[in-house]
């Protein structure tokens, strides 16, 4: 099956977002993936609402939000409000990890937890039903253009083997370091949504770069 490419608009041209967005309205991607980072979470601070509204005026695909943010139930009815149809809290973020869950699934959207690379799969055993999407980071969270970490095979295996054991159906996403080199891997480890970054905006055809990501197999 073809994974959902969701290219990440932390590597666009912030002075040209509206032609970086048309590129992705146009290009074989399905999602676009918003990197919101808040300089305590993460040690970086990306950028905010008024850019996130800028973007879903141009956007015609689904907004994958992806929050690197402490206590992010204080903005998650924002995010909502802002277009998000996939909202991704951290699990190291969050007290009440089952809380924030219900309160995102209350507004009708899908509900992300994203896993560090230090998080053991496990930690989602007893959330795993109420979870529409896992974003496992094969990098550490706050930069793109890091290295794939390689243990990010082994930890899909280990999700989808507790996907299938629980019966869930949740989809598996893998964040960072992602490229036509390790996309087929990934995939055949279970991955459903790839998210890429520096590989698709640095590349000279980011067109031709998402079509290949879309067909590897
Ligand atoms: C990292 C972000 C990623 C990042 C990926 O904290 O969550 O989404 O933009 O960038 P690349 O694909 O360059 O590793
Ligand atoms: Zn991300």
Known sequence: MQPIIAPSVLAADFGNLEQDCKMINTSDADWFHIDIMDGVFVPNISFGMPVLAEIQKHAQKPLDVHLMIVDPDRYLETFHKLGAEILTVHYEACKHLHRSLQLIKSFGIKAG????????????????????LVCLM?????????SFIEKTYDKIKELKQLIEDTNSNCLIEI????????????????????VAGSHVFKSADSLSTIKTLKNVN
Do not use: E, W
């Not at 690379?117 to 007893?126: G, I, W």
């Not at 094969?138 to 890091?146: A, I, L, T, Y």
């Not at 964040?175 to 995939?187: F, H, P, Q, S, W």
């Open 113 to 132: 937890v994203a896993l560090n690379p230090h998080t053991p799969v496990q930690h989602l055993r007893d959330t795993i039903q109420d979870i529409d």
């Open 138 to 146: 094969s990098v550490n969270p706050g930069f793109g253009g890091q």
């Open 175 to 194: 964040d960072g370091g992602v490229t036509d080199k390790n996309a087929a891997k990934l995939i055949s480890c279970g991955a459903d949504v790839l």
